[in-house]
């Protein structure tokens, strides 16, 4: 548990020694946690009467150049969005932030870049800044730890995008933890294994639900540069009574761990993931 929240633990344990324990049903009977999956690490979190465009690669499907060094060459996205240019527009118009987890362009492509309003608060690394600035977003708003906005407390959290030197040109990646009053914690680990960071994260925050970047990236040389199955059976052990949501997968050519592989994976290893399909709502 983060020092941040202490006090409100505390004092809501001396009411419960009058009232009782809450339940998380009367906890949390008041607020709505809601995932609009859209694509390959895309989606809309609503939070807080908020709505928060995380990672958008919004490109038509084969517009964009294969990922290099890769064992195939595939243009990528490999799939299209699935919805309509008119449902994305109106989505769109109905964001109150955007969240960039780190700047490769499988989650802040060209396209997005070009249609999302410029005046948006968005939330990124410290070593985005500069670049996203220079895009021309007027309200870009760094994490060096965490930021309070709208009732939301975001935490950022750190990772490793593969090991070895392959890891080190990776650069800076970051995942978000989200929390309210009203919610439990949930937790975009980004693009990372596992590793000492996504285990601390786990560790401090408890998050009820972790949604993290599968699909085991890889090049040519080199180990997984995103959760492959035993990765994501490592979070599945460090948080057992925790929801896993694995995206991220079935969109980008050098991602190999394909949805019916994980699938079979959770099936014969008895672990509780859900795994969404482009466009599904997930309300959590």
Known sequence: ?????FAKKL????????????????RYNDSRLAIQFIRHATLILEIADQKILIDPMLSPKETMDPVANAVNNFRIPMVDLPIDEAT???WLNSLTAIVVTHTHRDHWD??????????LPLFCQPSD????????????????????????????TGGQHGTGEIGRKMGTVSGFIFQTDQAPALYVAGDTIWCNEVADALRRFLPKHVIVNAGAAQFLTGGPITMDTNDIAQVCKAMP???????????????????TDLKT????????????????????
């Open 1 to 5: 548990m983060d020092r941040r929240h």
């Open 110 to 119: 060209a396209k997005a870049i070009q249609i999302l309003p410029k005046n």
């Open 241 to 259: 009574e925790a929801e896993i949501i694995a995206v991220h997968m079935d969109t980008v050519n050098h991602c190999l761990l394909k949805r």
């Open 11 to 26: 004092f809501g344990g001396l009411a419960s020694m009058v009232s009782g324990p809450l339940t998380d049903m009367e």
């Open 88 to 90: 994305l527009s109106q």
């Open 129 to 156: 800044e500069s670049v996203i600035k220079n895009q021309g977003f007027t309200d870009v708003r760094v994490i060096q730890g965490y930021v309070d906005w709208k009732g939301i407390t975001i935490t950022r």
């Open 265 to 284: 994976f959770a099936e014969k290893e008895k672990l509780n993931i859900r795994i969404p399909l482009d466009g599904q709502k997930i309300e959590l």
